[in-house]
């Protein structure tokens, strides 16, 4: 471990002016942060520059920024060594593939105090940006105003094809090109990087202090959840990329990050760097009035129904209960979402502020004639959208939660069926091919199911399907249960669970080397399968969607256009983007008022060990009651276990550093907070807040708790020197 001293300093516009206690919207795209953020970052208090943290040609903190499996979480490169840091959620599947009931990591927590006790996570992989480069006039090039939406997209397709290619030819650092649609298809960007695939869990906590708090915490403030785990890349020789092999080596980041064990008090600058995934900042009034109406109140059922199947066979079996974790928290993380996304929709009065954006547009479009001809049908195109696909959106719904994605088998059932017939070509090594897919699966499946769980999921679901949604709307297969099993989705369970070749490990791998077509065809978990994924997918005319396509593009070019003075950054779509704002407390509602910070009293004050989602091991326990802190206390004496800033991030971002003003890191991002969960759709300013562990908590669990000391001594750690800041503060005086 390095102690590094730096010499503190006030930055000006902390001299001269009280903390901005609001929050900072905005995802910003990394080449475009000179152009558009630079100045305003140093002036919120930002002590380096753009090209600090985006810099194709030198090292700069995107290269210690990593995509985690495809931009399902972010992580952190934060040593010399290739360690990584990232939240305990997002290494939950795979803490969870090494435990079991002699082995329960998940409760028990994983620490491995020496590398050779690392251990390989089969199908985890971590992308680090190269550069991004803006293409957007070559895939347009041939796009003309004239076309319809069909030869758009194949004029866009072509030039995407023929762009792709040049990339790839002749490439010989085996890098990955992607190339990414932003403001709903008015502009193009291609992401290259670079991926490892050798990752090796270090570290973990136990659930109790990973996901303290579970449930009921979740997206809730005053929070005490320690959400962190560690993983490590591996390389060849050459720290080029390498599939696993114990000859490989720990990779040597070109960047890693320096923590500061300053903390932060409120109004200190904050930054992360990280993999949004999904936001609809654009949303039209019709879009919430449909979400409001159909789509999250059917989620929220589904996914109910759903959590309570799985914790009834999870409470009354640990080897259950471990194998179904990660899908229960899945599962819960989203169905508590979406009952706060629709209050705060409500509550804000979201779909008003949406119309009056509408009315501006539709009055600034009708003040010219050349506006009108471009952009007058762009709302009417959304509105029709909306309306043709009321009737379908809660069986849309369905057909995604209760179907695709309810039972295990359903999925499998799926990705089984479309690879299966590869068993049946005259191509040999296709016949191979196929055959190593659908094992692979098999091992990815089998794992984590169960089939009495499965069963009682696949029941209780379908059965729900079939009562809500009109028959018109419902899947084929439905027809079949009406007419041979006299409505009885519980008789057609008995007989696929009995029967189908896919619902035991065994007959499916059987299958595999034996392939029948006849029995693929007859399958009962295929056919029921297939049939959702059909009407999923089926359900929407493309008519309908050339409506949403046309009318958002024309939607989003023209707000652009209408207010050439405003920095619009994209929705967020899984690729690197860049935030800031201060550490700020909240006030959400009267007479309350939340502070910025938590302490680890308030695990102690929360402490319920007959309650799963409160137990303190004690362990745990004992060091909170001796208050034995060490080096990680803060200047009175406390351990600081959250903090709140105010920084525009959402899913995908988990894991995401966040840093202070010199780029150090001070935290490490998880949650946001629940009065502002409607903030994909409309950022809250007041209210909207990122909930992150102190990495000071984080390191006290590693040092104190687990005794993990070679891991501390792996970090470069950053102190100030009070001494050296004191003239500053004499200054304000």
Known sequence: MKHIYSIAFIALVSIFFAPVSQAQEGMWLMHTLEEINEESMQNSGFRLTADDIYDINNASIKDAIIRLNGGSCTAEVISSQGLVLTNHHCAYGAIQGFSSPENDYLTDGFFALSKDEEKHIEGFEVSFLVSIDDITARVLANVTNEMSEDERNEAIA????????????????????????????????MFIYNTYSDIRLVAAPPESVGKYGGDTDNWMWPRHTGDFSMLRIYSDADNNPADFAETNVPYTPKRHLNISMEGVNNGDFTMVMG????????????????????????????????????????????????????????????????IGQSKGLKALDVQSQKQAIEQKFTEWVASSTDRQAEYGDALQLIEAYYTATDATAKADAYALEAGLIGSDITLFAVRFGRTAPGLFSEDADQVEATKARLSDLCDAFFKDYDMSTDRDLFTNLMSKYKTDIAPEYLPSFFATVDDKYKGSISRYASKMYSKSFLVNEESARAFIETPSEKALEKDLAVAAAMSILQTYFGSMESEAQDKFDEGYRL?????????????????????????????????????????FVTTTDGILQKMD?????????????????????????????????????????????????????????????????????????????????????????????????????????????????????????????
Request: net charge negative; glycine share 8%; with cysteine.
């Open 158 to 189: 072509s030039a995407k094809g023929e762009i792709s290619a040049e990339y790839t030819e002749g490439d010989s650092n085996g890098y990955q090109y992607e190339i990414n649609s932003f403001y709903y298809g008015n502009e193009f960007y």
């Open 275 to 338: 993999y949004p995934g999904s936001t609809d900042r654009f949303l039209s009034s019709w879009g919430i009035e449909q979400a409001l109406a159909l789509h999250n109140p059917s989620v929220v059922d589904v996914r109910a129904l759903k959590l309570s199947t799985m914790k009834e066979h999870m409470d009354a079996d640990l080897g259950v209960r471990i194998q179904y974790a990660a899908k229960y928290a899945q599962t819960a993380n989203y169905w508590k979402y979406y």
């Open 555 to 595: 939607f989003v070019k023209g707000l652009r256009e209408m207010q050439p003075n405003k920095a619009f950054y994209p929705d967020a779509n899984s690729t690197m983007r860049c935030t800031y704002g201060p550490v700020g407390d909240y006030s959400p509602a009267d007479a309350v008022q939340y502070d």
């Open 609 to 733: 060990n007959s309650n799963p989602e409160f137990v303190v091991p004690e362990r745990l326990e004992e060091l909170l009651v001796a208050r034995d802190f060490g080096q990680y206390a803060d200047e009175n004496g406390e351990l600081i276990v959250c903090f709140l800033h105010g920084t525009d991030i959402t899913g995908g971002n988990s894991g995401s550093p966040v840093m202070n003003a010199n780029g150090d890191l001070i935290g490490l991002a998880f949650d946001g907070n629940w009065e502002a969960m409607s903030g994909d759709i409309a950022f809250e300013h007041d209210l909207q807040r990122t909930i992150s562990v102190d990495i000071r908590y984080v390191l006290w669990i590693v040092d104190k708790f687990a005794g993990a000391t070679n891991i501390i001594d792996e970090l470069d750690l950053i102190y100030e020197t009070p001494e050296m800041a004191a003239p500053a503060m004499e200054l304000v005086d």
